[in-house]
């Protein structure tokens, strides 16, 4: 008996080494919730099948890519399935042809540029559709929406493609070409191993066939170290219950992602074997930043040609410059937003602060040589709910949409607005009452000229602003309010020197259970409920139940400050969530998640099923917290 009870305080004293190890190295509590996050992260990391490795938004930036001989590199068709995007046979991302044909009944726009522009076409276009509807001259038209972007490009590989389409016979009604950031960030790629930086990215690597034999070496030890890093989250999963298991395995995680990292940095910067094919003529000792200066210049050169090359077809063009969270002051990032997509010491950050002022300053040129440029570098900056979903320059759904609207008010302001002049401002309805932090409601905001006409100028993108006295709502581009706390508060519209003033009211119960579920197979969607019928005065945390669950696939659980849509973005990396995977196949499970602080703001719940190649495959409804 004694020899059991020692043993047991032996293990109990081993055990709380390990958490206080634990919270010492990672400077958190442990909890089985965070331990079983950074498992599964490592999951994903290591290239696992059974975890959603690949977001629609990473998929579509690193769709596999092929030598093309006038584009630099397109899509793999044949990869289709595998990174579960369409490819079309011209190797764009896209479920058609480029080639399509003007018509009086359609409105044909080309998205140009790099995987932002890619990923806005893809995830907003309907959004973009809709938004250029609301002109009157397209009301009655249909809109269609042509990928001419990729992940990676750069110019001239816009101008190329838009040239390439033109020469094979597409037509198109209007072009928006949304860049920059590649031409300035990706610099560093090429340059350093002898390759201008005017060729694609990744040259070197498209073009090494035969990698040398240091070459191999590495990447024969970047496959073995993947192997190691998912074979040990085995033994992490095994020891799941026990907190100096778990400190063990993450510690030497962690060197294996280092290891991985490092690995992965030597064969991007390692050269490839010599051959004008690969470095063409050369970068003529040109460091970065010179490469950077001449990247500015042939950017602004390439925008000239494409607003030419347009004219001479009667095709509209705009340009605008993408917006990016290195920017100074261009967007409010809280703490959550900035854990997932600021990194102090990421070399395109620094990139994008020192040489974004140059872009702008060239866009300004642009501008005053009649090209129908726009800087989008703020078009966040009324909006503090965390976008940004990675330390590049990638946003979520939201900030899609956001940018959609602005794109199609570039587009109306000359189809609508060329020498308008308002002489008032209408906005309906006068009041918004608000049942539920997952409702929103539409401010319309019209603009009457002198002569009576109406316009709808609702749009952020017409220069309209939307702000609440407090931070009670977030108001979208499109002008849409949803209530962030319960309570009043006042909204101001604003439009030139013209404003109008409303109330937004909000109420809603403290446990809120929706009924948005989702099954993509017919079935009744999962249902996820409290365990209770009232929320505890004190509670931190929500115990839940979900039932109905598919029995296969990767079960999430996800907590979010904003709605949670039944499709999530990034597979649920979005900046803000706290997510857990939930183990086991049975069709009825239990958890617990943190319920925040008692300030009035809500808390979004909802477990996601996905397969493994990060598809949704059921969504279960929401359950929303309010405390205070």
């Known amino acids: 008996m004694f020899a059991a009870a020692a043993l047991l305080l032996v293990t109990l004293l081993v055990e709380l080494a390990g958490g206080a190890a634990w919270w010492f190295a990672r400077g958190s509590a442990f909890t089985w919730t965070a331990a079983a996050a950074a498992r599964d992260a490592a999951r994903i990391g290591a290239g696992s099948d059974t975890a959603a490795a690949a977001a629609p938004e990473q998929r579509a930036a690193n769709a596999g890519q092929v030598v093309h001989p006038f584009l630099g590199f397109v899509s793999d068709p044949t990869q289709a399935a595998a990174v579960g995007l369409p490819i079309s046979r011209f190797g764009l991302v896209d479920t058609r042809s480029p080639l399509r044909r003007r018509d009086p009944q359609r409105y044909v726009v080309a998205v140009l540029g790099g995987s932002l522009a890619l990923q806005l076409a893809l995830f907003a276009d309907d959004q973009l559709a809709a938004a250029l509807r609301r002109s009157p001259r397209l009301a009655d038209r249909e809109v269609e929406v042509v990928h001419l972007a990729l992940g990676g490009w750069k110019q001239p590989q816009q101008l190329f493609a838009l040239q390439l389409v033109l020469l094979l016979g597409g037509e ?135 607003r030419d090359l347009c004219a001479q077809r009667g095709i509209a063009y705009f340009h605008f410059l993408q917006p990016n969270q290195y920017v100074p002051d261009s967007k409010p990032i809280g703490p959550a937003e900035a854990a997932v997509a600021v990194d102090p010491l990421h070399p395109w950050g620094r990139a994008v602060a020192a040489w974004y002022p140059e872009l702008q300053r060239a866009g300004a040129e642009l501008r005053a040589q009649g090209v129908a440029f726009a800087d989008l570098t703020g078009v966040f900056r009324d909006h503090p709910e965390p976008l940004y979903v990675d330390t590049c320059c990638h946003v979520g759904r939201e900030g899609y949409v956001i940018l959609a609207e602005h794109l199609a008010a570039a587009v109306r302001q000359v189809l609508d607005f060329a020498g308008v002049e308002w002489a008032g401002l209408e906005v309906t309805p006068d009041r918004l009452d608000l049942r539920s932090p997952l409702q929103s409601e539409a401010l319309a905001v019209v603009g009457v000229t002198a002569d009576g006409r109406r316009h709808d100028v609702t749009s952020a993108g017409f220069g309209t602003r939307i702000t609440a006295e407090t931070d009670g709502a977030v108001v979208g581009a499109d002008g849409r309010v949803r209530a962030t706390r319960r309570g009043s508060t006042r909204l101001r519209v604003e439009h030139g020197a013209r404003h109008a003033e409303l109330i937004l009211s ?91 602080e008692p300030n009035g703001q809500p808390v979004f719940v909802r477990v996601y099923v996905l397969s493994p190649s990060g598809d949704v495959l059921a969504t279960s409804n929401t359950v929303v917290v309010t405390r205070g």
């Not at 034999?213 to 190691?228: F, K, N, P, T, V």
């Not at 280092?258 to 970068?283: C, K, N, Q, Y």
């Not at 249902?527 to 296969?552: F, I, K, M, S």
Request: proline share 9%; hydrophobic share 50%.
């Open 172 to 306: 198109f009604d209007c072009v928006l070409n949304l860049d920059g950031f590649n031409e300035i960030a990706l610099a560093d790629e090429n340059v350093p191993l002898g390759v201008p930086a005017w060729f694609p990215r990744g040259w070197a690597r498209l073009l090494d066939a035969v990698p040398t034999a240091a070459q191999q070496l590495r990447l024969g030890q970047l496959a073995y170290a993947r192997d190691q890093r998912a074979r040990w989250v085995e033994f992490g999963d095994a020891g799941w219950w026990s907190p100096t298991a778990q400190f063990v395995w993450w510690w030497r995680d962690r060197r294996l992602q280092r290891r991985i990292a490092d690995l992965t940095a030597a064969i991007e910067a390692a050269p490839a074997a010599p051959s004008f094919a690969v470095t063409g003529p050369g970068t003529d000792g040109r460091s970065a930043d010179a490469a950077r200066r001449d990247m500015v210049a042939l950017w602004q050169r390439a925008s000239l040609q494409l």
């Open 506 to 596: 909000a109420s809603w119960p403290d446990l809120l259970v929706a009924a948005d579920g989702r099954s993509l197979d017919g079935a009744p969607p999962p249902r996820l409920v409290a365990a209770g019928d009232a929320l505890p005065a004190l509670a931190r945390e929500l115990e839940l139940q979900c039932t109905g669950l598919p029995a296969e696939g990767l079960r999430l659980l996800v907590a979010s400050l904003a709605p949670l849509p039944a499709v999530p973005p990034a597979a649920t990396t979005t900046a803000g969530l706290w997510t857990a995977p939930l183990a086991g196949g049975t069709a009825t499970l239990q958890a617990t998640v943190p319920i925040g």
